[in-house]
Nanobody, 124 residues
Framework: VQLQASGGGLVQAGGSLRLSCAAS????????VAWFRQAPGKGRGVVAA????????HYADFAKGRFAISRDDAQASVYLQMSSLKPEDTAVYYC??????????????????WGRGTQVTVSS
């Protein structure tokens, strides 16, 4: 499977964006998916994750209450709805996936598929 993240852009603080992670190439429904982000000069860390059937999710503390991850297997896509954005949310956002029905989330090295990121810039 191949992944393509999209939906990034420039937004003012307090605004919203919805990122999309579109999969192609294979059946996507058995994949756990996570969004990671990397700000300039910092490491890549998890933002949110969703398991293969969408019934379990995980959020980084900074994302709780502001971000929501969801999936639509009919569209072979995973979404990250981001609200109340802050300048510190500025980063490149990446989606990662691994074909593992029992898996929810882990470090970047646990995933086998990823795509190019999408830039999110939040102005103050």
């Amino acid at each position: 499977v191949q992944l393509q993240a999209s939906g990034g852009g420039l937004v003012q603080a307090g605004g919203s964006l919805r990122l999309s992670c579109a999969a192609s190439g294979r059946t996507f429904s058995k994949y756990a998916v996570a969004w990671f982000r990397q700000a300039p000069g910092k490491g890549r860390g998890v933002v949110a994750a969703i398991n293969w059937n969408g019934q379990r999710t995980h959020y980084a503390d900074f994302a709780k209450g502001r971000f929501a991850i969801s999936r639509d297997d009919a569209q072979a896509s995973v979404y990250l709805q981001m609200s109340s954005l802050k300048p510190e949310d500025t980063a490149v956002y990446y989606c990662y996936a691994v074909e593992a029905p029992g898996f929810l989330w882990g470090p970047v090295t646990a995933y086998t598929v990823w795509g190019r990121g999408t830039q999110v810039t939040v102005s103050s």
